[in-house]
């Protein structure tokens, strides 16, 4: 098959699954396909495609991680290259673009305390942006390391803030991922979500270290509908990594500070190269 064929293969095999949706008009169109796709691979429940579905599923979304474009880690600049005199600039990065493209040791996913992905049809969060690109396994391994949890802790158990979880990264060029709940603001911001947060970050890259992951992609955790300042969140990011890096110096090649916005790439900017009276490109 080629990439037509697949996209139009699995959009109706999706359809057929859904049974709600299996009378749905398939568009014509290329990004109507895709967009259709999507919709339905973000409103599956978690569990099993049949092995050939699986196997075109996963051509497809590979096919389109190579148009999107692949991120090598050795292809981002370390702020030491940019002029930072951060204690860390060479194992520290500011990277803006699509967390999806990077092909890190890991890649960290703002997650929910449900841990299964967002729900919501071509919902823009990172979230829903990673299990689309990853392919329906990784909704189904969250799902099994939720069911594990709840036979454990109780059926009511939600995974607390801080609490990493670590799965395979499936069609991604990352090779795994590590799904975190940080924390959400609703009113003040008070000291005991700032520690959360500084935690996300510590307890991710301990997370790193244990499994032997010495490059990690880190998105801007709880900053989006979790309400976290942006400027706050950066300062407190870039704090929690220096002080783990200082205790574990050589435990990590590449830290990356992955954004999406400029205001976010601002505000880390800020943090790494205001030591050196300057930001990149103002010479």
């Given amino acids: 098959m080629n990439q037509e064929e697949r996209l139009e293969y699995l959009v109706k095999q999706f359809a057929e699954d859904s049974v709600q949706y299996r009378d749905l008009e398939i568009p014509k169109d290329t990004e ?75 890649i960290v996913n703002a997650a929910n305390s449900q841990m299964l992905g967002c729900f919501v049809p071509m919902h823009n969060c990172i979230d829903n942006c990673i299990h689309t690109y990853a392919g329906v396994q990784l909704r189904y391994e969250c799902e099994r390391q939720m069911r594990a949890l709840r036979a454990k802790y109780g ?19 990352a090779m795994k991922i590590i799904h975190i709940a940080g924390p959400i603001v609703s009113g003040k911001l008070t000291e005991k979500l ?5 935690d996300c970050y510590a307890n991710t890259l301990d997370l790193c270290l244990k499994n032997g992951l010495r490059s990690v992609a880190f998105c801007c955790i709880s900053t989006g509908v979790f309400s976290f300042p942006n400027r706050r969140a950066a300062q407190i990011a870039v704090k929690s990594v220096t002080q783990w890096l200082t205790e574990h110096p050589d435990a990590m090649d590449r830290v990356i500070f992955n954004v ?24």
């Fill in 32 to 106: 109507g396909r895709r967009r259709l796709l999507r919709s339905l691979m973000n409103i599956r429940m978690p569990k099993i495609l049949p092995p050939k579905v699986l196997e075109v599923q996963d051509e497809y979304l590979q096919e389109r991680s190579r148009e999107k474009g692949v991120a090598a880690i050795s292809d981002i600049p370390a702020a030491a290259d940019l002029g930072s005199t951060h204690p860390f600039s060479e194992r520290l990065s500011i990277w803006q673009g699509d967390i999806t493209r990077l092909a890190a040791d890991a």
């Fill in 155 to 173: 059926q009511d158990y939600e995974q607390p803030t801080a609490v990493p979880i670590l799965t395979d990264a499936y069609n991604l060029p």
């Fill in 194 to 198: 700032e520690k959360d947060l500084a």
């Fill in 260 to 283: 999406f916005k400029d205001e976010d790439r601002y505000y880390y900017e800020q943090e790494l190269y205001q030591a050196a009276g300057r930001l990149p490109g103002n010479d």
